[in-house]
């Protein structure tokens, strides 16, 4: 499988601030996409990164809340803006497809730990 | 209905016997199924694929797929203390593998010595 990098690992952040979080992976991949993972709770994806255009989000997920970008198929960064304290949680950047392995088996990197104060 | 649903935890087994997971999902058209390990702190990581109705088998991890019943487990045989981890059972929706991939909960698995 692929190996997925993210930057940071963990930060804290005040209110109103922004933090962008990279993802970058050591092959081509077909799909990038970012999850959120509250405490205690299961993941829930926040948008498919689209190579070369806008990602496509899920409900309750705004462009001008969390923009995402992915220059080119290895590389994708998830801004979280205007932090509040409900946006503490851990970021994972996902892979699928491509050579990191099957076309349906989807991968995640190490995550980024968010806290927001 | 919640589109993917696994059964309630947490579970707990004692070293050295089969511990038995579950998972059911709403959407008929659905045709990959994966089951992921998460320990605490860390990251999920992919134990188990499956695609064909019937049983899959790696190593002490077995998966069993009934797409009739909408249904699809993950046996662990010879549990390990190794193995305490939350499990999540994951599902990619449609028939493509462009699919969005959707979980489970989460059954939280302790193996006790």
């Known amino acids: ?117 | 209905q919640k589109e993917v649903e696994q059964n309630s935890g947490p579970l707990s087994v004692p070293e050295g016997a089969i511990a038995s997971l579950n998972c059911t999902y709403s959407d008929r058209g659905s045709q990959s199924f994966f089951w992921y390990r998460q320990y605490s702190g860390k990251s999920p990581e992919l134990i188990m694929s499956i695609y064909s109705n019937g049983d899959k088998e790696d190593g002490r991890f077995t998966a069993q797929l009934n797409k009739a019943s909408q249904y699809v487990s993950l046996l662990i045989r010879d549990s390990q203390p190794s193995d305490s981890a939350t499990y999540l059972c994951a599902v990619i929706r449609g028939g493509t593998s462009y699919g969005k991939l959707t979980f489970g909960q989460g059954t939280i698995l302790t193996v006790h010595p």
């Open chain 1, 1 to 117: 499988s692929a190996v997925i990098s993210q930057k940071p690992s963990r930060d804290i952040c005040q209110r109103g601030t922004s933090l962008t979080i990279q993802c970058q992976v050591d092959s081509q991949v077909t799909m990038m996409f970012w999850y959120r993972q509250q405490p205690g709770q299961s993941l829930t994806l926040i948008a498919t990164a689209n190579q070369g255009s806008e990602a496509t989000y899920e409900s309750g997920f705004v462009i001008d809340k969390f923009p995402i970008s992915r220059p080119n198929l290895t590389f994708s960064t998830l801004t979280v803006s205007n932090m509040s304290p409900e946006d503490s949680s851990i970021y994972l950047c996902s892979v699928r497809g491509g050579s990191s392995g099957g076309s349906y088996e989807q991968y995640f990197g190490p995550g980024t730990r968010l806290t927001v104060t």
